[in-house]
């Protein structure tokens, strides 16, 4: 099920009709006079709203925030001031801020049904980087602070579900259903209480019933269709969303779900001939022209893509992702320029952190160094103290030849507890610390490591949970990378601690106290018993490891070795065999099998097994030259020439 977020808005307008400020925005001259009118009057409400309206007209949100903070703190009329400085803040998504500004108005019915939807956000920022914990207390909380919130409820219930707690729940369905009888998102969520497909089953058919009593309600017709879609069946939800877009009144939403189904199933063309109609009904939608560009992109037409996001960057309230895209197509078009422009405004304009992160990445790769080394301080600037931007500028310092800076980036970087392997790794190499800072900075880098890691395995659970698309998993790869670099660096970490210190297994004993249920330290556990020839053991940790995973390859080829080294040659040739099975190219199994099997007198079994491999995968040069160098070792000299002869023609 899609979590959803809430507009958050008290009704509360900065811009006062009639005042000066309304004719005259963002001027200079009429801020200094409500300056000196708070002077004289510094209890009056409505100056301090007047000024903060001139400041964020002005793009100053820093100086609007510490304005209605003076009037909070002075003014006779502090809730309206409060009030307003909750919408400023829930415009800016600082959701904890905004909570922490609405605490004293809960008192009543308005401010505790606005804190709710402050929740309902907070909690889907939580829950999006993997704190389910802190998701599930804020949307307990948006619930009691306003029982008839839907997406508090819809929210709660998905996460009950998907932890498991299937009865919890149903409970939080009922009870919202109770004041929503009709609410499609409800009625899946009920029906989802169910077991597995078995929900999802019920889910739709109670959908279809309740779609052929509301036809019009688009609601229903949009639930079901995504349902479908997330079921699989691509065409049935095509034909509904197509019946829900050509519905007289359809909605914007309703446009924007149809368009990013399209995208989400490859079909660039079919989105492509929505988005212009629907940019066409609604020509003020950011999110449709944005919608647009990735339909343009899809198929080629960069040139069109490039019309799309520009008008979405225009309209958008945040316009980074439009930016982003913009780089991207400008980029692919060929204009270099154009693209480093787009990236460079994201900087200029104050962007979100991870919109100027993904900004200066894609400086990097477009070999705009100087340009990323600036969005990494403007974001440095903002945050001196930001892990992230701190590593990621020290690497490029260091790639640049700039190793003063790269190390004074890197030192700052590892005073964080949150900093990772990275910083220390790097001050291991660049300083050649003392043995007792190396050892501390190894130290670090597992702990740390470790940290990082779990946390980053959290983060990409999350990513490919619920409706996996391919644009979800597309948008997700920086993610998947970075786990996957963190991990590297982590294994380096863990490679020179465990195997070539004398206090690695101490350390190694510790880590698995404070990390029992790590697949990775059971692995180290595993290979610190082989290296110390304590085979049983070794072989009694991989045959667990592999109870868990029996498809890992490079756990079927230690468990090999294992094997081979306690002397039992005919089992480790088994499972070399099975290794190779999982992955065929491989050469160290390859030649591990080669020996073996040369040994025990059964080499004709490896080439069987390479000629299976071979109709599975005939292109691949790498088999080929395996089975001609078999065939030479068999003595079957005309085969192996003929196999070569086939292989020159191919390639050819």
């Known amino acids: 099920m899609i979590l959803r977020r809430c507009l958050v808005c008290w009704g509360v307008t900065l811009l006062l009709a009639g005042s000066v400020a309304a004719q005259e925005p963002g001027n200079p001259t009429r801020r200094a006079a409500l300056e000196r009118q708070l002077l004289v009057h510094p209890a009056e409400a409505v100056i301090y709203l007047e000024l903060a309206r001139e400041y964020e007209v002005a793009k100053q949100p820093d100086a609007a925030e510490q304005v209605l903070r003076r009037g909070i703190d002075q003014a006779t009329d502090t809730d309206r001031v409060r009030a307003t400085l909750v919408d400023l803040l829930a415009r800016q998504e600082r959701w904890s801020d905004a909570l922490a500004a609405v605490e004293p108005l809960r008192r009543d019915f308005t401010g505790r049904a606005v804190a709710a939807k ?85 889910a739709i058919t109670a959908l279809r019933q309740l ?112 930016e982003l895209a913009l780089a991207d197509a400008s980029a692919a ?77 890197y030192r700052t970087a590892a005073a964080s507890d949150s900093s990772g392997p990275a910083p220390q790794l790097a001050l291991l190499r660049l300083t050649h610390p003392a043995p007792d800072t190396a050892t501390l900075l190894l130290r670090r880098a597992v702990w740390r490591g470790m940290e990082a890691v779990q946390h980053l395995e959290l983060q990409t659970a999350q990513a490919v949970s619920g409706d996996v698309s391919r644009r979800r998993v597309v948008r997700a790869q920086p993610l998947f990378d970075r786990r996957q670099r963190t991990l590297d660096q982590l294994r380096a970490a863990l490679d020179t601690v465990v195997f070539q210190t004398d206090w690695g297994e101490t350390e190694l004993a510790s880590l698995k106290l404070a990390y029992p249920q790590s697949t990775l330290l059971d692995r180290y556990e595993a290979g610190l018993a082989m290296r110390q020839r304590r ?90 030259e395996r089975e001609i160098e078999v065939l030479h070792r068999l003595g079957r000299t005309a085969e192996a020439e003929a196999v070569a002869r086939t292989r020159r023609e191919r390639m050819s």
């Open 211 to 322: 779609r052929a009593t509301r036809p019009r309600d688009e609601g229903i017709g949009l639930e079901l269709a995504r349902l479908l879609a997330a079921t699989g069946d691509h065409a049935a939800a095509a034909a509904l969303y197509d019946t829900l877009v050509r519905a007289p009144g359809a909605t914007e939403a309703a446009l924007e779900a149809a368009v990013t189904f399209r995208l989400d199933v490859s079909q660039f063309d079919a989105a492509a001939i929505t988005a212009e109609d629907a940019v066409g009904r609604f020509p003020r939608s950011g999110a449709l022209w944005s919608l647009l560009g990735e339909a343009e992109a899809g198929r080629g037409r960069w040139r069109d893509a490039l019309v799309a996001y520009r008008r979405a960057v225009v309209l958008l309230p945040d316009p980074s992702e439009a």
């Open 118 to 202: 402050l929740r309902v956000n907070a909690g889907l920022v939580a829950y999006q980087v993997g704190d389910r914990t802190g998701a599930r207390r804020h949307w307990d909380q948006a619930l009691r602070d306003d029982p008839a919130l839907v997406e508090a409820a819809v929210n709660l219930g998905a996460l009950l579900i998907e932890i498991g707690a299937r009865d919890s729940a149903r409970a939080v369905a009922a009870g919202a259903l109770r004041l929503h009888p009709d609410d499609p998102r409800l009625l899946a969520l009920r029906a989802g209480t169910l077991e597995g497909a078995e929900g999802v089953a019920a």
């Open 333 to 409: 078009d060929g204009d270099t320029a154009a693209a480093q422009e787009a990236l460079d405004a994201l900087g200029r304009r104050a962007a979100p952190r991870d919109a100027v992160l993904r900004a200066a990445h894609r400086a990097q790769l477009l070999g705009a160094d100087s340009l990323a080394a600036d969005l990494y301080g403007v974001l440095l600037a903002r945050a001196p103290d930001d892990v992230t931007a701190l590593t990621a500028a020290a690497e490029l310092a260091e790639a640049r030849g700039d190793t003063g800076r790269a190390v004074a980036l």
């Open 535 to 624: 085979d049983s053991l070794a072989l009694a940790r991989y045959e667990a490891l592999l109870r868990r995973d029996p498809t890992d390859a490079e756990l079927q080829r230690t468990r090999a070795a294992v094997l081979d080294q306690m002397g039992r040659q005919r089992d480790a040739a088994t499972a070399y065999a099975r290794a190779l099975e999982l992955a065929p190219e491989d050469e160290s199994t390859f030649r591990a099998l080669v020996r073996l099997r040369q040994e025990s007198g059964t080499l004709e079994q490896l080439l069987v097994q390479l000629r299976r491999f071979r109709v599975a995968l005939p292109d691949s040069d790498t088999l080929a």
